[in-house]
């Protein structure tokens, strides 16, 4: 018959066995956790880095992206602009040959006048198209500021302020009344969107930069912890030839 004690006894040998068993596990993830050697916990992170730099790239495409479809409306803006300004010009000469008999502007003079007036419009339709191109140009390299559209749009950019702020607000003809309608002078939008394209890039850039070093440095302390293993390695084996020598 089984009695009282002898289930007591059981049940301590359960407990005893369950104890050492917890124990044993427990010695069995320390020892797990002991063999993670300083190479392995570099090289974790450098996975985790290349996984973030792979991000970081993908997030950089989707800002270049955003940043085409906008360029797409300063575009819009900038031959609205050019537009607004030639044909208030036009208007301005046209009223000035009906209103005069003599000395008429001939067409060829009609021309050079608008785009001597408002060259600067002209250049910010030019820019706007520049960036359009940058934006929609998909690059391999690492660098995107030194692309030749982005060049040229960051030279036209000064020359186009120089323009505009020579230009004046009276119209393309001095001769004009004061009650016909003159052209306004816009302050070029290419110029603002292109200042927040650079801004937009230089950040982006150097997330990318920040990221790349970081993988780097990962990769030389990898490197310098192989060497040092080897040498390690080296001097255990010499250690142990002199042993065997001296035995």
Same mark, same amino acid.
């Given at each position: ?66 940043? /085409?479809?906008? &360029?797409? %409306? !300063? ?7 050019? +537009? @607004?300004?030639?044909?208030? *010009? ?60 982005? /060049?040229?749009? &960051?030279? %036209? !950019? ?7 702020? +020579? @230009?004046?607000?009276?119209? *393309? ?60 390695? /080296? ?13």
């Amino acid at each position: 018959m089984v009695t009282a004690d002898n289930l007591r006894q059981r049940r301590g040998k359960k407990d005893g066995a369950g104890v050492a068993g917890g124990s044993t596990s427990a010695d069995g993830a320390t020892s797990t956790a002991a063999e993670v050697t300083p190479i392995q916990q570099l090289r974790d992170a450098h996975a985790r880095l290349v996984l973030s730099r792979e991000r970081t790239a993908e997030l950089h495409h989707s800002w270049r992206n955003q940043l /085409l479809r906008v &360029s797409l %409306l !300063v575009i819009f803006i900038s031959l609205h602009q050019l +537009q @607004s300004c030639i044909g208030s *010009c036009l208007r301005e000469i046209k009223g000035f040959n009906q209103s005069t008999a003599d000395g008429k502007i001939s067409g060829a003079r009609a021309i050079q006048t608008v785009f001597g007036m408002y060259f600067y419009e002209v250049l910010g339709v030019v820019i706007s198209f520049l960036l359009a191109l940058f934006l929609g140009t998909r690059k391999d390299s690492k660098r995107d500021l030194d692309h030749w559209s982005y /060049l040229m749009c &960051s030279a %036209l !950019v000064p020359v186009c302020l120089g323009f505009y702020f +020579q @230009s004046q607000d009276v119209g *393309c003809m001095e001769e004009a009344t004061p009650e016909e309608e003159t052209a306004k002078r816009q302050f070029p939008a290419v110029v603002i969107y292109h200042t927040i394209t650079t801004l937009a890039f230089w950040f982006m850039q150097s997330g990318r930069d920040q990221c790349e070093n970081h993988v780097k440095i990962v990769e030389e302390s990898i490197r310098d912890f192989v060497r040092m293993d080897k040498k390690m390695e /080296l001097k255990r084996q010499k250690m142990k030839q002199a042993g065997r020598k001296e035995r």
